[in-house]
């Protein structure tokens, strides 16, 4: 759920839940929660074409709360097309009876990620708009083949049904686990209700 006023400022709020027990490969089996973050934001116009939007986040799950501070920079290169570039400081504090002693570099109770997105949209005239994301990950802990960086890429394919109604359906290109080099085919499919 999110807003942005006329005045720039931006609200969100995002409640998440997973599919778990023993039985992950079967959708909505056992669904609970998976924690929820708070998100506010400034979108400050630079120009016609140019925006800034410093964000602060706050993420809490069972194990951990993240703190997230970030800066994006947008450009309007016309009506139908837009990249922009965020930076994003997280700072994540684990609950010190759920670390992985087992796992080097992974026993501190304060971890940190500089994380690096890139985003190129696409409108098109009529209702389909097109999204590709990829971000990059530098962390101080071990993240991905036994590494301390990361990399996901996502393409999102939107229909705008009406003023208000948009379904979507996308496709990511993420990490199975911090140990070896697998990557896995994360598939999403929602909808998005706008308000106004």
Same mark, same amino acid.
């Given at each position: 759920?999110?807003?942005?006023?006329?005045?720039?400022?931006?609200?969100?709020?995002?409640?998440?839940?997973?599919?778990?027990?023993?039985?992950?490969?079967?959708?909505?089996?056992?669904?609970?929660?998976?924690?929820?973050? $708070?998100? *506010? &934001?400034?979108? !400050? #116009?630079? =120009?016609?074409?140019? @925006?800034?939007?410093?964000?602060?986040?706050? /993420?809490?799950?069972?194990?951990?709360?993240?703190?997230?501070?970030?800066?994006?920079?947008?450009?309007?290169?016309?009506?139908? $097309?837009? *990249? &922009?570039?965020? !930076? #994003?400081? =997280?700072?994540?504090? @684990?609950?010190?009876?759920?670390?992985?002693? /087992?796992?080097?570099?992974?026993?501190?109770?304060?971890?940190?990620?500089?994380?690096?997105?890139?985003?190129?949209?696409?409108?098109?005239?009529?209702?389909?708009? !097109?999204?590709?994301?990829?971000?990059?990950?530098?962390?101080?802990?071990?993240?991905?083949?036994?590494?301390?960086?990361?990399?996901?890429?996502?393409?999102?394919?939107?229909?705008?049904?009406?003023?208000?109604?948009?379904?979507?359906?996308?496709?990511?290109?993420?990490?199975?686990?911090?140990?070896?080099?697998?990557?896995?085919?994360?598939?999403?499919?929602?909808?998005?209700?706008?308000?106004?």
């Amino acid at each position: 759920f999110g807003s942005r006023l006329d005045s720039g400022w931006g609200f969100e709020g995002e409640l998440k839940y997973k599919t778990a027990g023993d039985r992950q490969d079967v959708a909505f089996d056992n669904t609970v929660g998976n924690g929820h973050e $708070l998100t *506010v &934001s400034y979108q !400050y #116009r630079l =120009d016609e074409k140019w @925006l800034l939007t410093p964000s602060f986040a706050l /993420e809490s799950i069972e194990k951990s709360t993240a703190y997230k501070m970030g800066l994006k920079l947008g450009y309007k290169v016309n009506d139908q $097309l837009s *990249v &922009s570039g965020r !930076y #994003r400081y =997280d700072s994540i504090k @684990l609950d010190r009876d759920k670390v992985n002693h /087992e796992m080097p570099d992974n026993q501190m109770d304060d971890q940190s990620i500089n994380r690096y997105d890139v985003w190129v949209n696409y409108a098109s005239k009529g209702p389909w708009a !097109y999204e590709y994301q990829f971000t990059y990950f530098d962390a101080d802990y071990i993240r991905y083949d036994n590494g301390k960086t990361d990399y996901e890429q996502n393409a999102a394919f939107k229909y705008k049904w009406d003023k208000h109604w948009v379904p979507f359906f996308e496709v990511g290109d993420i990490k199975v686990d911090s140990e070896d080099d697998k990557r896995q085919l994360r598939l999403r499919v929602g909808v998005q209700y706008n308000f106004l």
